[in-house]
């Protein structure tokens, strides 16, 4: 880089007082500047209901109780009915002791040690997930860094270098460094003059020389710069230990053909960007603080079977857990529904011949993990491997390790396999018509090929398998870009006195954000109906 | 991608036992393979001493902390003489009520809200500092990501974008998408046709593709899946939120002008690989945990005048403050100095003259930090950093945002300028010329360039220069490698019944792990003699 203006003291105060006073300082991006970036403003405005009106909530997932949650703020009378004994939705955690029998009979007993735990829904929050953070934040929810993309967390091929895991920040910065290496070449070739100004040129072969690290010949070679970018064989030391040695790149044929860098891509995503976080203590910490405030408004264990609408309101049926599956009935002059598709569509739902032929349209994508606790953090301890996320071609597809804990003793939880059926991989397909012990003994086998270390140091594992769990048939809905044009805003409008909301009811399926946003923007539009 | 292979659930069964069964699975990475990258493998196998032998080290930072506690472990009698009133050495924490009086007479005051803080010295740690990490394994020090890399923070230069401050994430990923789309270009032109293999030629276009984020003919545009990629301008949203927006991308001559690709090669960094961690609490928590091990062999306020060696040890005469600056003398059987060479050269030190020459012969760094306290965490409320680095041209160099308290509502500290006078960069020298007082000013008035809130929100600073400390006279060595070659193993070497330690004696400046290896090399060699 070249070298900056190094400024006196005298002409360093000067600058001070020239930016001070200078008035062609930038435009600052206020709040509100960035708010254009989300539908989300933080600020819902709601007028507020008529005299006692009454919204009939259904589902104590994320959107149904920030639903209840601001409806009650602004005047309305609230009620959730949620068919499980638990609120939460899809946003759980699994802890010592829980047990879950999934559909098929089979009983997933989660034995892991005090304070261990694994999510089997969503499990890292994306910064720019802003109403679910700004609800943290107001709910006191304490958030810390979870690590997504960790350099020393492997990507592996079974068909590639041995089946020996690789880092990815080798994989990473030896393709940088030989596509800068070429595009070198060809720069100085002048192939690109007709593309390039002879400016533009020189910035970026001098710009690509250090993102690449090449040498003085634009050669993406060992060297002692590498090392300090790529790391080493023998680090650098302390006293007389022994000589530093850069590490080797692969070279790029055998990069290319070993496909590892397609598994770096999974890192491009928006969403993955750094930091990523999650709330200390397991996911369902962020639905246990919406629960706080709306607990008192929440039936559980009700299963509702009919939503009947009038002109002027609703009548839900269901049967009541509470009172041996009694049939009762709640009216109210609004219903929200976030029932998952997969289930509302097997109800008697009252509503448009469009909405019906919406709600059957969505198909609900397929999802596993299996989580595996062991004896010592081998991962850390032996493998450098502190938080992330190592990608395989074996059926297990991903290994995740914890992002808390970290350098502790005890035992701790790999989330040790998790796939969904996207991206054209339908290994969750084969996984979902395993036992649960089934499920483990896969983990385990597949994995150790990756961290030998599993057969010594494990100790117990819980899987969870979403089309086997009765409540959500599915992980969420999984749209296509003809589905969207055909169903969505079907789904979404306000039909007579029932709304729709949930993930599916979002342009961010699956995650917390898109489920929230949509309950957010239902009820700033039943209020506005309701204000008409 | 191409789409792997399906197994049936017999299939996948299948699978698994050969996979158990398999005896080509690839060498285990254990913690003995992993080692071979590093001088620390944990086990010092000390021999131990003779009967009743005696060490006297200089210095309680975390070099003679470690000597301390592993050679008493091993049986040695050994004592610490500390300049200061504190143990840490640079490692160091200011917190509210904090005051130091810096040469030159004026006092720095920290007058921070309790739990804030910041770290003039080290601040982070790089994964790959083992032994540091192992130490506070050892003695529980915990342990959280520091985020150093975040997408959403910024890059900044005066000089370009009308000085508006652009994303991280941004200006890299536009960086690989162009780079990406020319080397595509190159590539079907078949200009690097004589260096690349058809077959490769191939997988590296199919990669560039997804890599870059370019369309069917490769090239970097605006699209639903960039915007997947590098973010939007209307992000999606719930219900009937607006339309989905991505945000497009800059173009290659003024992003390759501005000069903010530079800027983000400041995480190329080995040491900066994701993910880097900070002890819970402060960076004197690790130093803290040392002195809990040793803070009974440490004597504070002891001023080295002379260190003298006889055939069969050390005297070593100091002022003692405790006892009014009285002169007194401590003999031992060996010395192990881990004094900065800035303060050790002025010492009146019996020692070879090579190694005096050494001594002499390392400049320190300077460098310097300012922090403020602000009413608030606008950087996370309005700009959605949430900690991270900025850079920019401004005098303050970077901008680094707190990786603790996340979402937190009260008062927090940016480190808000830092630099050392390495890269051509020579900033610090003009800051360590300003008062206390001129240094919060400049900080605000640079900062407020990036940070418009800085003005609203301000409530105090504190600032850092390491060439106004006493104890240290600088940063840290600054080595090159002309110096290394003339003068790093004399100065590493046991001279007669001393031994230096410190960062300066490694090969790992300024950093925790680089003083830690040099105390653990030197008391190997150190044991290693006394057993000969």
Redesign the interface.
């Known amino acids: 880089?070249?070298?900056?203006f190094?400024?006196?003291?005298r002409?360093?105060?000067t600058?001070?007082?020239q930016?001070?006073g200078t008035a062609?300082?930038?435009?600052?991006?206020?709040?509100l500047g960035?708010a254009?970036?989300?539908?989300?403003t933080g600020d819902l405005s709601l007028q507020g209901p008529r005299q006692g009106r009454r919204v009939l909530i259904l589902g104590a997932g994320i959107a149904g109780m920030a639903a209840a949650y601001e409806m009650r703020l602004a005047g309305y009378e609230v009620k959730i009915l949620e068919y499980q004994n638990r609120h939460g939705g899809r946003c759980l955690t699994m802890r010592g002791g829980d047990r879950y029998t999934e559909m098929g009979g089979h009983e997933i007993a989660c034995d892991f040690q005090d304070g261990n735990f694994f999510n089997p829904g969503p499990w890292r929050l994306p910064?720019?997930h802003?109403a679910v953070?700004d609800y943290?934040?107001k709910f006191g929810?304490?958030?810390?860094?979870f690590?997504m993309?960790?350099?020393?967390a492997y990507v592996h091929s079974q068909h590639a270098f041995?089946?020996?895991?690789q880092r990815i920040?080798h994989v990473e910065k030896d393709?940088r460094g030989h596509?800068?290496e070429?595009?070198g070449?060809?720069?100085q070739?002048g192939?690109?003059d007709g593309?390039?100004?002879l400016?533009?040129r020189e910035?970026?072969l001098e710009?690509?020389k250090?993102?690449g690290?090449l040498d003085s010949q634009y050669r993406y070679r060992v060297s002692d710069d590498l090392?300090?970018?790529?790391?080493?064989?023998?680090?650098?030391?302390?006293?007389?230990?022994?000589d530093?040695k850069p590490s080797e790149p692969i070279d790029?044929?055998p990069l290319?053909?070993s496909g590892l860098?397609?598994q770096v891509?999974n890192f491009?995503?928006?969403?993955f960007?750094?930091?990523m976080?999650e709330p200390v203590g397991g996911m369902d910490q962020i639905t246990d603080a919406f629960a706080r405030e709306v607990a008192d408004v929440i039936q559980l264990n009700a299963r509702v079977t009919r939503i009947a609408q009038t002109d002027n309101g609703v009548i839900v049926t269901y049967a009541d857990g509470a009172r041996g599956g009694e049939m009762r009935e709640e009216s109210a002059d609004w219903c929200i529904c976030t029932i998952p598709l997969s289930v509302l569509g097997q109800l008697d739902v009252d509503c448009s011949d469009a909405m019906r032929r919406a709600i059957g349209a969505v198909p609900y994508a397929s999802a596993f993990k299996v989580a595996l606790e062991f004896r010592r953090r081998f991962w850390e301890?032996?493998?450098?491997i502190?938080?992330?996320v190592t990608y395989t071609?074996l059926?297990l597809v991903q290994i995740a390790y914890p992002?808390y804990g970290?350098?502790?003793?005890g035992p701790a939880v790999l989330q040790a396999a998790y796939d969904t059926a996207t991206?054209?991989?339908?290994?969750t397909?084969?996984?979902s018509?395993?036992t649960p012990q089934?499920r483990i003994?896969?983990a385990l086998?597949?994995g150790?090929?990756i961290h030998?270390?599993y057969d010594a140091e494990f100790m117990s594992g819980a899987s969870w398998v979403w089309h086997r769990v009765d409540w959500s048939l599915g992980c969420y809905g999984e749209w296509t870009d003809g589905l969207r044009d055909a169903h969505y805003?079907t789904l979404?409008?306000i039909d007579n006195r029932l709304v729709l909301?949930g993930e599916h009811?979002?342009?961010?399926p699956a995650w917390l954000?898109?489920?929230?946003?949509?309950?957010?923007?239902?009820i700033q539009?039943l209020d506005q109906r309701e204000n008409a």
């Open positions: 880089m070249p070298t900056p190094t400024p006196t003291r002409q360093l105060l600058m001070i007082g930016v001070a062609a300082m930038y435009q600052a991006m206020t709040s960035f254009a970036e989300s539908g989300y910064v720019h802003r953070l943290c934040r929810v304490a958030m810390q860094p690590v993309k960790n350099n020393k041995d089946g020996k895991p920040g393709m596509v800068s070429l595009l070449k060809s720069l070739q192939d690109l593309q390039v100004t400016e533009d910035k970026l710009g690509l250090e993102w690290v090392g300090g970018v790529r790391g080493y064989d023998v680090r650098p030391g302390g006293g007389l230990m022994a530093t790029l044929s290319l053909q860098w397609d891509f491009n995503s928006y969403s960007d750094p930091p976080f301890q032996d493998d450098w502190m938080g992330g071609d059926p992002s970290f350098l502790s003793e991206a054209g991989r339908t290994f397909y084969s996984w018509t395993m089934e003994d896969a086998a597949f150790r090929q030998p270390q805003e979404c409008k909301a009811c979002s342009h961010i954000e898109g489920s929230l946003l949509s309950a957010l923007d239902a539009r």
